[in-house]
């Protein structure tokens, strides 16, 4: 059975850095796709950062620059480094494991591809000005 567990989530003031990590358990870690979402109530979850199998990295536009998507393979462990936070990054961040090869985008995720990921619980992150 795979788990997915996400922690570093806090509470900084704006310009402020935070680290989050993602462990998956019962999961081939080398091979499988993964990602960061993040939601705030009332509105869709929106891609921040994912990576695949082959290191290849994608960012939101709004994040480009300041967040760093990375994964440790011998520690099964993914990472997103988040630097200068906005009050506007205040949000639950979820992580997502999937397939190698996932379709998926940084908009609302279609249901096929939101089903066929394995979620965490989240972490929430505030930013105060």
């Known amino acids: 059975q795979v788990q997915v567990v996400e922690s570093g989530g806090g509470s900084v003031q704006a310009g402020g850095s935070l680290r989050l990590s993602c462990v998956a358990s019962?999961?081939?870690?080398?091979?499988?796709?993964m990602g960061w979402f993040r939601q705030v109530p009332e509105e869709d979850r929106e891609g921040v950062a994912f990576t695949d199998s082959d290191g290849s990295t994608a960012y939101a536009v709004f994040v480009q620059g300041r967040f760093t998507v990375s994964k440790d393979n011998a520690k099964n462990t993914l990472y997103l480094q988040m630097n200068s936070l906005k009050p506007e990054d205040t949000a639950r961040y979820y992580c997502a494991v999937g397939p190698p090869g996932t379709r998926a985008t940084m908009k609302r995720l279609p249901p096929d591809v939101f089903f066929s990921l394995y979620w965490g619980q989240g972490t929430q992150v505030t930013v105060s000005s």
């Open positions: 019962g999961y081939t870690y080398s091979s499988s796709w």
